[in-house]
């Protein structure tokens, strides 16, 4: 090569980066700071406010019509909608994405960013969104057994004939996402197969299983849990020192009795993570899994899901599936913070796929936001058995339609707070505690009283918020369902002075002033009956 041509050559090169790292910087992604992590949206941090549909509201686009007639309705900024591999490829090899299409324009439509959900070989670890010709073929696409040998309603993952066609299918997908959506950035996430796991047995007992599992892990898998032998599950890692931290031997020897869920979660992991990495070849925004939890009295795997990323098995998960960005928690449990806090690492950002719609549910978009860094919160089913009418929201729709109508202004102000400890959730806990406290730093707390009918019947409603620190005596306050006092910690024990509250709500970074609230109203406790948003300037000087 002379030295013009590899001049030219190297110039090309740089140019090629450039390009490619300009439309890459504009597609929807994580990015990663130490422990900290945000999903960008054409460059800027998005929070996620949604909901989900009903797993079959996706196969004709008037119900769609009816879900982002609803997610507007509770002032969404976001849709999760499932793409079925049947009506993808409903013939081997034959794509149609005419209805995804309309998906994609109806959302654009109602401003609402997609998650789509690929309901491939999976759907609650079932087989039920495979195309009939997966269906019909039980012998190229291979079915899990049971222990006494009989076949389950399952594509075993060690079927390599089904990884293919899964994989082919969706490639074809994201390819088309991305010709169909690179610049307008409305499809934000993916969800790669729905809730995979085997369950009512604890693996897949198929002879090309059983062979595996006769085996040994993998010796990458075992140096991944090797390095992070501190941090691993207290599950998994107690299986493990009981076998001595053996590095070598088959599954049984290495994990004990908990083999058969550690070996589960390899083979789904592994087929997953082919299935995202076919995707991410064509368009790599952000991919994540959804698990269903262990729920009190399970009391062993398969009993619960098993192999799924759940509190016994996530780390396997962590170490195999490279391609999945977010292994995401659908909570339906009533200790959801509990819950969500183990999916909350400075591996794995918490985004709640799913959670009840159910009001009890509802305030736990403040726990998520506000108490751990989440980055987004979709309860299922928003269109559930209802049909929209202007003005009529159900009970579950208008619970969430309080949260979301003062978090929507807020979003921008939630995001640049994230990790500096100045978003703080007020929320009714389990037990119904009608006080709270709450530490907010500079000698200073805020003390709420939740309103009587709140803590009474927690089914039909609940009292929730946030406080935002913006300076030490400078708050926002929303939600609704109590009143807040704001009390100093030196001195005598005494409330803070108020200079100024006002009502209002954000339009951009500007405070657009509704009331002021100062005076009578504004010296005795700041009352949230309703949803509303107070800016409370505090009077600090004394301190
Ligand atoms: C969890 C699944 O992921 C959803 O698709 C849906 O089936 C819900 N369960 C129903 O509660």
């Given amino acids: 090569m002379n030295r013009e041509f590899s001049l030219y050559v190297a110039l090309a090169f740089v140019s090629f980066a450039a390009v490619a790292q300009t439309q890459s910087a504009a597609i929807p992604r994580l990015v990663h700071d130490g422990e900290q992590t945000q999903l960008l949206v054409d460059g800027a941090p998005f929070i996620i406010l949604g909901a989900q549909s009903e797993n079959t509201s996706a196969s004709n686009l008037e119900d769609v019509e009816v879900v982002y007639h609803d997610l507007d309705a509770v002032h969404a900024n976001s849709a999760t909608i499932p793409i079925s591999w049947s009506l993808v490829e409903p013939k081997p090899g034959q794509f149609d994405f005419h209805l995804m299409d309309g998906i994609i324009e109806g959302a654009r439509h109602h401003h609402l960013k997609l998650i789509l959900l690929w309901f491939g070989t999976s759907k609650n670890g079932l087989m039920g969104f495979t195309p009939d010709w997966v269906k019909e073929d039980r012998a190229t696409y291979f079915r899990v057994r049971d222990a006494g040998g009989d076949e389950q309603y399952k594509i075993s993952p060690f079927s390599e004939e089904a990884l293919k066609a899964d994989r082919q299918a969706f490639s074809a997908m994201m390819r088309h996402i991305r010709e169909f959506d ?22 897949d007992y198929s002879a090309a299983a059983s062979r595996a599992f006769a085996g040994q892990p993998p010796s990458d898998l075992m140096s991944y849990l090797d390095k992070q032998r501190e941090t691993i599950t207290p599950a998994l890692h107690s299986a493990w020192r009981q076998r001595g931290y053996r590095m070598t031997g088959s599954w049984t020897e290495v994990f004990g009795d908990m083999a058969p869920e550690v070996f589960s979660a390899w083979a789904l992991s592994s087929y997953v993570d082919k299935v995202a990495e076919a995707g991410k070849t064509e368009y790599a925004i952000p991919y994540y899994i959804n698990v269903p939890l262990i729920n009190t009295g399970q009391v062993r795997a398969g009993d619960w899901p098993s192999g799924t990323a759940n509190s016994q098995v996530l ?15 659908d909570i339906y449990r009533v200790d959801f913070p509990q819950q969500a806090a183990f999916y909350n690492r400075p591996d794995n950002v918490l985004f709640v796929a799913e959670t009840g719609i159910a009001p009890y549910y509802a305030p736990y978009v403040f726990t998520t936001l506000a108490g751990m860094n989440g980055i987004g919160y979709t309860p299922f089913g928003i269109d559930h058995g209802y049909e929209f ?48 406290a709450i530490p907010l730093g500079d000698s200073l707390a805020a003390v709420v009283h939740f309103d009587e009918k709140f803590v009474a019947d927690t089914e039909a409603h609940r009292g929730g918020g946030i406080i935002i620190k913006l300076a030490p005596d400078k708050f926002i306050v929303t939600g609704e369902g109590f009143h807040i006092n704001f009390a100093e910690l030196k001195g005598l024990p005494r409330d803070a002075e108020y200079i100024s509250v006002e009502e209002g709500t954000f339009d951009g970074d500007n405070w657009v002033t509704k009331r002021v609230v100062t005076g009578d109203r504004g010296n005795v406790s700041l009352r949230l009956h309703q949803p509303r948003i107070l800016q409370v300037h505090l009077n600090r000087t004394s301190n």
Avoid at 194 to 199: A, M, R, V
Avoid at 315 to 329: E, G, L
Avoid at 413 to 433: C, E, Q, S
Wanted: with cysteine; glycine share 2%.
């Fill in 315 to 329: 780390d396997i998960w962590k170490a195999v599936a490279k391609h999945i960005d977010i292994i995401a928690p």
């Fill in 182 to 203: 690179q610049h307008d950035h409305t499809v934000i996430l993916m969800q790669v197969e729905n809730e995979d796991c085997f369950y009512p047995e604890d693996r």
């Fill in 389 to 436: 009418k202007e003005g009529a929201l159900t009970a579950d729709q208008a619970a969430l339609e309080e949260n979301y109508r003062v978090l929507r202004p807020l979003l921008p102000i939630i995001a640049r707070n994230r990790y500096r400890g100045t978003l703080f959730p007020i929320v009714l806990d389990m037990y119904r505690h009608e006080s709270l």
